[in-house]
């Protein structure tokens, strides 16, 4: 997900990664006012044959809106016909150090996930990180941009008790929102969603979900690795 930092940070990011048999598959978020044209015009031959970016959505930090925009990016890797061996999830904030060869040399020897899953019992966030009020509670306001809602909403729950279990079989897991999934497990994902719905209902009002669905959701389909 190429970040609003500048067009042509934007257009390096994606020319690192379309190399050897990599796909790149992109989504800009709409408030960066960089285009699906511009970008496609300016990266290199090879890479376009490469490149698929799909629709601009707005994003917020704090919602549901990440993870909605990291779903519809698998979605489109899935209808593509792409059978990769793995997804790898990053910020176009945040360039490599090592040649993507060499960690694409290193996946294909690796039949398992790299995502961060601790258990909800066990303290990962920092202060003010609401670790377990974040999915027991409903969060209807950003806490950014709308600070004052959201901190009188969340303390009027707590006054009164409102809390909420998670859905049927879910045990929260957090962890940081960037990860390397085996295509595989991607598509057990995606598979799960369309058969519960309930599941991406409840993570729409949680906080900070991109923190927790992922790292829910592999532990769920993926239980013994």
Known sequence: QPSSEGFEANVEFIDDRAVEDNFVFCHLDARSGIGADEIAARVSESTRSRLTIIPSRRVAWGEYSIVEATLRLLRAVAASGAAPTHAYLVSGADFVVRPIRELAGFLNTMDQDFIEAHHHSIQWCGPGGLQNERYRRYFFYNARSQPELFARSLSWQIA?????????????????????????TCLKILALLESRADIEAFFRTTFIPDEMFFQTLVRMVSPDD
Do not use: D
């Open 160 to 184: 009164n008790k409102v809390e909420r279990p998670p859905p049927a079989g879910t045990v929260p897991y957090l962890g940081s929102q960037w990860w390397t999934l085996r295509w595989a």
